[in-house]
C-alpha cells in the first residue's frame, strides 16, 4: 500500500458492485445533462451548447450501453474526460472563469479520485490547470468577454485562485482517498482472513483430518437429501459401514503412521468405485460409512463385494506389505429404517453375524439380529450371574513335548455350564466379558483355579507340570494384574515359573506403557509369558527379546495348512528357527493328526498341542492322562 498514491478501485469494491454504481453514476449525470439541457431550451434559441449537451447525453447513454465488466475502466476514464470537457466547454461559452460551470470541476476532480486511477488522474489536474490559464488567456486577450463589473487586472488573479483551490483540493482529497483505501484494504485483508478462518472452522468441523473425507454431520446431510429423492424415484438407499478388524494390530506393530497411511490408501481406493459423487465418510474410530443409492438388493451386494476387493489388496506402504481385514454391514433404507440413528445401529448389527475376524465378509441386516441384540445383553447379565454362581469350569489340554511324548503342561479353556443352554464356548462369551468389562473377574477366577489345579498336579507327584492361563488386554486396565497373580501364586505356595501367560502379539506391543510395564513386572518375578496366535499379527520382533519371552504359540491356521501348501510349511520352518535361534520354547497349536506330529517332529518343534493327543479335559482326566501317557 505504501507505493499507492490513489486507491486502487478493485481493492474497494468487487466488479459487479463497481459496476453498479458506475451505472447509477451514468444515470444521474444524464438527468443533470438533460435537465441543464432543458433550462437551455427554456432560456436560449438553439446554439452550439445545446449541440454539446445533446451530444453529451447520447455519448453517455452509449457508455452506459456498453458498460461491461471488461469496458468498465475505459469508460470510466472516458467519462470524467468527457465531462471535464464539457464543462470547459460551458465555461468557455458562459463567461470563462467567472462561469458558474468552474465550480464542477472539484466534482469532477473527487470523481476521479474515487474512480479512476493515478494514470487518469494526474494528467486531468495538469490538463484543468492548464486550461484554467488558458481561460485567463482568452480572457486577456478578448476572446472571452468580461462580465460589465470584472477588470482585466484581475483576471491572472482569478485564474492563480482558481488552480490553487483545485490543486488543493485534489491533494487533499488524494490523501483523504489514500487513507480511506488503506483503511479499506486492511479491513478487506481481516475479512479475507476471517472468512479463511471460518472456512477452516467449517472444514474442522466436517471433515476427517486424516483421509479429509466428510464426517458424521455431513453424512447426516447426505443421508437426509438421498432418502428423499429414494423416496421420490421408488429405489432404496444402503446405508453400508465398514469395519476394520485388525487396525489396531497394524497400528501397535508397525506404528500409528503407517497406520494412517494405510487408511488414507484405503479412503483414496473407495473413492475409486463412485463415478458420480462419492458419499463416503469417516467416523470416529476406523468405520467408514458409505451411502450408495440402488435399485435393488443385488445391486448393493456387488457394490460390497467392490469394497471388499478394495479393502483385501494389498497395501504397499513404504517397505511393508499389508493386509487389511474388515467387514460390511449394511442396512437399507426405508426397510430398515430412515434415520441415521437406526440405520447405522442395524448397519452394526449385521456386523454381528460375522463368526470369523479373520475373513472379509458383508452382511445385510435382518430381524433376527434383533434377537442376536438381546441376546446379547442377556447374555452379559447372565455372565455376571454366572461367577456368582458358580458356573464356569476349567477345562486342560495338554502340551506334548514331541521328543518323547510326555505331557509337560496344559492350557487351561474356561467353559461355561450355562443353565438351560448346556456348555457355551469361549469363543462366544470372551468377547462379550471384553466389551462388558467382566473378563476382568473371570480372568481372575481362571487364575485362581488353574494355580490351583497346578498345585494339586505337584501334589499328585505331577511336579514338573506347569499351567498356562489366557490374557485379556483389558486384564491389565486396573493395573493391579501382577499384584493379583503373585497374591494368588503366594497363596498356593507355587513357584512363579508354573504359571505362563498366553499374550496376544498386539497386547505385548501396545503402545500403552502400563500394559508393558505390567507384563516386565510378571516376567521379571519369574512368570512365563508365551505369544499365543503366533504369526498372526504384524510384528518387527524386536518385543521377543525385550521382554524376554519363552514361548511362541504357532497359530493352528499354519499347523492345519501345512501338510498341504508349502507356503505355510515354510512359515512354520521359519518360526522354529527363529524360536531355536532366539532360545524361545516352541509350541505347535492345533496339531490333529500323526502326520502334522511327524512333520512337526522332523522341523524339530518341541512342542505340541492339539486334538490329536487329547481335546481339553476336565481336571481329574487330564491327571488320568498324564499319568498314562509319562509312565509310557
Ligand atoms: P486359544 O487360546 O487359541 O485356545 C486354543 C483353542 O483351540 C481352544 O479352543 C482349543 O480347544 C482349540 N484347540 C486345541 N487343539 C485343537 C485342535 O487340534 N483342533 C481344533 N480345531 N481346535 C483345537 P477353546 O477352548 O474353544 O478356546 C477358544 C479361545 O477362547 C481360546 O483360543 C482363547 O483365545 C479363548 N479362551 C479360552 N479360555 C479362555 C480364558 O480363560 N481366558 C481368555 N481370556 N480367553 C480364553
Ligand atoms: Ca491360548
Ligand atoms: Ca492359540
Redesign the pocket.
Known amino acids: 500500500m505504501s507505493n499507492r498514491f490513489l486507491p486502487d478501485n478493485n481493492l474497494l469494491f468487487d466488479a459487479n458492485r463497481r459496476i453498479s454504481q458506475l451505472r447509477t453514476l451514468l444515470r444521474l449525470i444524464l438527468l443533470i445533462v438533460s435537465s441543464l439541457l432543458a433550462t437551455y431550451f427554456i432560456q436560449y434559441d438553439f446554439n452550439q451548447i445545446h449541440i454539446a449537451l445533446i451530444s453529451t447525453i447520447f455519448v453517455l447513454s452509449l457508455f452506459y450501453v456498453f458498460l461491461t465488466l471488461d469496458t468498465s475502466s475505459i469508460i470510466s476514464g472516458m467519462l470524467i474526460w468527457g465531462l471535464t470537457i464539457l464543462i470547459l466547454f460551458l465555461a468557455w461559452h458562459n463567461g470563462g472563469l467567472y462561469a458558474s460551470a468552474i465550480t464542477a470541476l472539484p466534482c469532477i476532480l473527487m470523481l476521479a479520485i474515487i474512480s479512476t486511477n493515478r494514470v487518469v488522474f494526474i494528467p486531468l489536474v495538469l490538463f484543468i490547470l492548464l486550461a484554467i490559464y488558458a481561460l485567463g488567456y482568452a480572457h486577456v486577450f478578448g476572446l472571452i468577454a468580461f462580465k460589465s463589473t470584472d477588470q482585466i487586472e484581475f483576471v491572472w488573479r482569478k485564474a492563480f485562485d482558481i488552480s490553487v483551490v483545485l490543486f488543493s483540493f485534489s491533494l487533499v482529497m488524494s490523501f483523504i482517498t489514500k487513507d480511506i483505501s488503506s483503511l479499506l484494504f486492511n479491513l478487506s485483508q481481516q475479512n479475507e482472513t476471517l472468512l479463511n478462518e471460518k472456512n477452516e472452522a467449517i472444514k474442522l468441523g466436517n471433515y476427517d483430518d486424516l483421509t479429509e473425507l466428510p464426517n458424521e454431520r455431513l453424512c447426516l446431510e447426505g443421508l437426509e437429501s438421498l432418502i428423499t429423492i429414494a423416496q421420490k424415484k421408488g429405489t432404496i438407499l444402503a446405508f453400508i459401514t465398514l469395519d476394520i478388524h485388525n487396525y489396531k494390530d497394524i497400528c501397535s506393530s508397525l506404528g500409528h503412521s503407517q497406520g494412517d497411511l494405510v487408511l488414507k490408501e484405503l479412503a483414496v481406493r473407495l473413492l475409486v468405485l463412485f463415478n458420480g459423487q462419492p458419499y463416503l465418510y469417516r467416523f470416529p474410530g476406523n468405520e467408514f460409512v458409505i451411502l450408495r443409492p440402488a435399485i435393488d438388493y443385488e445391486e448393493v451386494s456387488v457394490f460390497a463385494e467392490q469394497i471388499l476387493q478394495a479393502l483385501t489388496s494389498p497395501f504397499m506402504i513404504r517397505e511393508y506389505e499389508i493386509e487389511l481385514l474388515g467387514a460390511i454391514g449394511v442396512a437399507i433404507a426405508p426397510f430398515d429404517g430412515d434415520s441415521m440413528e437406526l440405520l447405522r445401529k442395524k448397519s452394526h448389527l449385521a456386523l454381528y453375524k460375522i463368526k470369523d475376524k479373520k475373513t472379509c465378509e458383508y452382511h445385510f441386516y435382518d430381524e433376527d439380529l434383533e434377537s442376536i441384540e438381546s441376546n446379547k445383553y442377556q447374555m452379559i447379565k447372565a455372565l455376571k450371574l454366572a461367577l456368582e454362581n458358580d458356573e464356569f469350569e476349567?477345562?486342560f489340554?495338554p502340551k506334548v513335548d514331541l521328543s518323547n511324548g510326555k505331557i509337560i503342561g496344559a492350557?487351561?479353556?474356561?467353559?461355561w455350564h450355562r443353565p438351560n443352554h448346556g456348555m457355551v464356548?469361549?469363543?462366544v462369551f470372551?468377547g462379550l466379558?471384553?466389551e462388558s468389562g467382566l473378563?476382568v473377574d473371570?480372568?481372575k477366577w481362571?487364575a485362581k483355579n488353574a494355580i490351583q489345579a497346578c498345585k494339586g498336579w505337584h501334589s499328585a507327584d505331577l511336579n514338573h507340570l506347569s499351567v498356562a492361563?489366557?490374557?485379556?488386554a483389558v486384564?491389565f486396565r486396573r493395573g493391579n494384574l501382577p499384584q493379583t497373580i503373585f497374591k494368588m501364586l503366594n497363596n498356593a505356595c507355587l513357584s512363579t515359573h508354573y504359571l505362563e501367560l498366553?499374550l496376544t502379539e498386539s497386547m505385548i506391543i501396545d503402545d500403552q506403557s502400563h500394559v508393558q510395564s505390567q507384563i516386565l513386572e510378571l516376567h521379571t518375578k519369574g512368570v512365563m509369558l508365551a505369544i499365543?496366535?503366533f504369526g498372526t499379527g504384524y510384528s518387527n520382533l524386536g518385543y521377543l527379546s525385550r521382554f524376554n519371552v519363552t514361548t511362541l504359540?504357532i497359530?493352528?491356521s499354519f499347523i492345519?495348512r501345512m501338510n498341504d501348501t508349502q507356503h505355510d510349511y515354510l512359515i512354520v520352518k521359519a518360526i522354529i528357527q527363529l524360536g531355536q535361534s532366539l532360545g524361545i520354547s516352541i509350541v505347535a497349536?492345533?496339531?490333529?493328526d500323526q502326520e502334522n506330529a511327524e512333520l512337526l517332529k522332523q522341523l524339530n518343534c518341541q512342542y505340541g498341542?492339539?486334538?490329536?493327543w487329547s481335546?481339553?479335559l476336565k481336571n481329574e482326566d487330564f491327571i488320568q492322562l498324564v499319568k498314562k501317557h509319562n509312565v509310557i
Not at 492350557?411 to 467353559?415: C, G, H, V
Not at 492361563?469 to 485379556?472: F, V
Not at 497349536?589 to 490333529?592: A, F, N, R
Request: net charge negative.
Open positions: 476349567l477345562y489340554q492350557e487351561a479353556l474356561i467353559r464356548p469361549p469363543d470372551i466379558a471384553e473378563i473371570l480372568t481362571v492361563i489366557n490374557l485379556s486384564d498366553e499365543d496366535d504359540k497359530d493352528q492345519k497349536e492345533g496339531v490333529e498341542q492339539g486334538y490329536y481335546k481339553p
